[in-house]
């Protein structure tokens, strides 16, 4: 379907279109100077401006340029902090570092010292065990034995005495490794705030790379104070020497327990050592004494022996005269009528009869008495036979089981 057109009419497009107003010369004349005034204005306000943008710009330019100038000397001084910082640190770290090897080392002597005691201690427990297989009157509480008690108590003393200290010693290697951590943590953050500082002073406008970061323009919540900064590595500096200081303490303590440990133990084991050379040699001489008693009871014994026999000789040769005597004296008594006569040979052979009577009473009494001598001699024979094993068994486990054993104690200093 097509569209019509409608056009206005001419009469309607005379009124529209009216003819431009026409002005008075003097406003034509006002307009042109208003224009020349607001021209002339304009243009001096625009070669104001510009001059305004040229000291601005020279002024920026120059205040950017010094701004940089004293950053870049700040820097330069927050780099020279920073490394006066991490020298200290650095120095510290290997004080640190130095101490704790000496510490190490230090304690592998105590290890050492500890361990060396274990087998003096055995050879005490064993001497004390074998010393109980005396026996008789030997089993006595004599010097050896307090010596060798007071030996081990000694022994474990120190033995005491050095776990502690290395007990001490480990806790101080290990507070000496936490402030080795606290220096290399606080070094490598020097050392990254050096490198990006480093890098961030040697930046310049046309460096490649460079871009806005215009949220980077503020103060972060966790930054600290410089004083703050500063604070945090002198206290670790001095935190470390403090430890550094009682760990070098430490080591002249044990340098001394180690002395004074290695003295007492060796002066204990010549002191036990001495009261078994002195208690041997007074073993051997009672040994030798019951010894030398036992060889005159066994002589005496021999000659009991033989004056036994010469009793028992001397008494049966009384047996003949009594048998004669009395067999006389019977054959008298068949003597006829006033022939039995008491006379002299009567009496002399009754006499004769009591004298070897009291004669062999008198001689077996003896030999009696003898008898019970040599029982009391050979009871003393067995004594002395019996005390002699006692000490040559006490001599044994003093001098070749205990003594055998000692002569492997070993006190060093360590």
């Keep these: 379907m097509s569209q019509s057109i409608n056009f206005p009419a001419v009469g309607n497009m005379a009124k529209l279109i009216k003819a431009p107003p026409k002005f008075a010369h003097p406003e034509w004349t006002y307009s042109n100077h208003a224009n020349y005034n607001s021209a002339e204005k304009q243009r001096a306000s625009s070669e104001r401006l510009r001059a305004e943008s040229d000291r601005l710009i020279e002024e920026a330019d120059e205040m950017?340029?010094?701004?940089?100038?004293?950053?870049?000397?700040?820097?330069?001084?927050?780099?020279?902090?920073?490394?006066?910082?991490?020298s200290e640190l650095d120095r510290k770290l290997k004080e640190v570092k130095d101490?704790?090897?000496?510490?190490?080392?230090?304690?592998?002597?105590?290890?050492?010292?500890?361990?060396?005691?274990?087998?003096p201690l055995d050879i005490v427990n064993r001497c004390l065990q074998m010393r109980e297989n005396r026996a008789g009157i030997d089993l006595?509480?004599?010097?050896?034995?307090?010596?060798?008690?007071?030996?081990?108590?000694?022994?474990?003393?120190?033995?005491?005495?050095?776990?502690?200290?290395?007990?001490?010693?480990?806790?101080?290697?290990?507070?000496?490794?936490?402030?080795?951590?606290s220096l290399e943590k606080d070094l490598n953050d020097k050392f990254s705030a050096l490198t990006i500082d480093e890098d961030c002073r040697d930046c310049r406008d046309d460096n490649p790379g460079l871009s806005f970061k215009p949220l980077a323009a503020k103060i972060e919540a966790n930054s600290v104070t410089p004083v703050d900064w500063e604070n945090y590595s002198n206290e670790n500096i001095l935190k470390a020497e403090q430890d550094r200081k009682n760990a070098v303490d430490l080591r002249a303590v044990i340098d001394s327990i180690l002395d004074t440990t290695e003295?007492?133990?060796?002066?204990?084991?010549?002191?036990?050592?001495?009261?078994?050379?002195?208690?041997?040699?007074?073993?051997?001489?009672?040994?030798?004494?019951?010894?030398?008693?036992?060889?005159?009871?066994?002589?005496?014994?021999?000659?009991?022996?033989k004056n036994l026999q010469r009793l028992e000789g001397a008494i049966e040769s009384k047996m003949g005269p009594m048998k004669l005597s009395q067999t006389r004296l019977d054959a008298r008594t068949q003597r006829p009528n006033v022939e039995l006569c008491r006379d002299p040979v009567q009496y002399?052979?009754?006499?004769?009869?009591?004298?070897?009577?009291?004669?062999?009473?008198?001689?077996?009494?003896l030999h009696a008495q003898a008898d019970a001598d040599l029982k009391g001699l050979i009871r003393n024979q067995l004594n002395l036979e019996e005390d002699i094993d006692v000490k040559s068994k006490t001599l044994y486990i003093d001098e070749k089981e205990c003594m055998g054993l000692r002569k492997s104690i070993n006190i060093k200093r360590y």
């Excluded at 502690?164 to 402030?179: A, G, H, V």
């Excluded at 010549?270 to 066994?298: P, Q, S, W, Y």
Aim: proline share 0%; charged share 40%; hydrophobic share 35%.
């Design 64 to 86: 950017a340029k010094r701004t940089q100038r004293d950053v870049n000397k700040k820097f330069e001084q927050r780099i020279d902090d920073v490394n006066f910082w991490k």
């Design 99 to 119: 101490e704790i090897e000496m510490l190490l080392t230090y304690k592998t002597r105590l290890e050492n010292a500890l361990e060396a005691c274990r087998e």
């Design 140 to 181: 006595v509480h004599d010097d050896v034995e307090k010596n060798l008690l007071k030996e081990r108590e000694v022994i474990e003393g120190v033995m005491a005495l050095l776990q502690r200290t290395l007990d001490q010693t480990t806790e101080q290697i290990r507070i000496m490794r936490s402030k080795r951590y």
């Design 263 to 305: 003295q007492d133990m060796q002066k204990q084991v010549d002191d036990t050592n001495m009261a078994f050379n002195k208690r041997i040699r007074e073993t051997k001489d009672t040994k030798n004494k019951l010894e030398g008693h036992l060889g005159k009871v066994h002589g005496e014994i021999q000659d009991m022996e």
């Design 348 to 365: 002399r052979l009754i006499g004769e009869v009591a004298e070897i009577e009291m004669n062999v009473d008198k001689l077996q009494s």
